[in-house]
């Protein structure tokens, strides 16, 4: 696996991290522990050196499935984890939103150390900006913890561009996270020019459109209620048969270069900028497998100036997120 470094921090990892979320969350029921810790070990045997969890995910439940599946390989990987919401730290439950104050991110850092099984936690996200909290406060906060020794990196997701550069100012980032694809290039207009300018890596989650851009799905795909796509404008019936102009796009490159569509999807981002790293995830080895494929995958310069002329000719319908999601966003 070729390795890429976040930015000018110096933080290097495999050039395709695991999104470890749908393993625990989000996506309907999880996967049982031991599957969970296989496909994680796996990644690791196929030169996947990145990992990204979070306190929120489960509540806790991703984050202790991290620790124990990764604990034999810890001075071989990077595990990123979050911070930023109010979670009863005895229920799991979540209280009223987001919770950035400092005591707080300190508290988090404590108990994540504890379910990940190690001693120090490699890249600590904010999860979602606090606007109660100045972010120079959260920035200060992480600060400490990198002074004590208990966190090595800081990182912002879901940040605006204000947001990163004041944090950047009291603590260097050394990663922002946000969604980016083919299917969503929101980030391109301030946010990629931003992180270039100060030295930043990216990291985009939801690569693949949340499994839209693999080619899977349909306008016939519906999806149980405990999977948050049920609830997504752009997952609706109605959108899916819009957006499939993309990835009819991503099938016919795909077809020219004998791959598949998802991994084109992954290609193209790793094809923008040497320091943005994509987070893909599965709970299938088959499709781990796939996806790794994309870092052997070379566009040129005519296959992306191709690719960008036939999507600016699509405009893709629906909301990522569900209204109130998006009001959490920094964006």
């Not at 301030?190 to 030295?199: D, R």
């Not at 948050?228 to 993309?246: C, E, I, S």
């Amino acid at each position: 696996m070729q390795k890429r470094k976040l930015g000018k921090s110096g933080l290097e990892v495999s050039a395709l991290g695991l999104g470890c979320m749908g393993l625990s969350h989000a996506y309907g029921q999880p996967v049982d522990k031991e599957t969970g810790i296989a496909l994680l070990r796996a990644a690791v045997e196929r030169g996947v050196t990145f990992f990204d969890t979070a306190e929120a995910y489960g509540p806790f439940t991703n984050e202790a499935l991290v620790g124990e599946a990764l604990g034999l390989f810890r001075d071989r990987v990077v595990i990123a984890t979050k911070f930023g919401f109010d979670i009863d730290p005895e229920t799991g439950r979540r209280g009223g939103g987001a919770n950035s104050r400092p005591e707080h991110v300190k508290a988090v850092a404590e108990a994540s150390l504890k379910r990940l099984k190690t001693g120090v936690i490699d890249l600590f996200y904010q999860h979602r900006v606090d606007p109660a909290v100045p972010i120079e406060d959260v920035a200060g906060a992480v600060k400490e913890l990198i002074q004590d020794g208990k966190v090595r990196h800081f990182g912002l997701s879901e940040a605006g561009a204000g947001t990163i550069r004041r944090a950047h100012a009291v603590q260097k980032v050394t990663a922002v996270q946000s969604e980016y694809s083919l299917w969503y290039r929101g980030p391109e207009a301030e946010i990629l020019p931003t992180l270039e300018e100060l030295g930043i890596g990216f990291v985009p989650f939801s690569p693949l459109g949340a499994g839209f851009l693999t080619g899977k799905m349909d306008e016939s795909t519906r999806f149980a209620g405990t999977d948050f796509r049920a609830n997504v404008p752009r997952f609706a019936p109605d959108a899916l048969k819009a957006n499939m102009a993309l990835v009819d796009l991503l099938r016919d490159v795909a077809r020219r270069k004998g791959a598949t569509p998802a991994q084109i999807a992954l290609a193209w981002l790793l094809a923008q900028k040497p320091w943005i790293v994509p987070i893909p995830g599965t709970t299938k080895l088959s499709r781990l497998e796939e996806n790794l494929g994309a870092a052997d995958i070379a566009l040129t310069a005519d296959d992306l100036q191709a690719m960008d002329a036939a999507a600016s000719k699509i405009t893709p319908k629906g909301d990522r997120l569900p209204e109130a999601m998006m009001k959490m966003t920094g964006l």
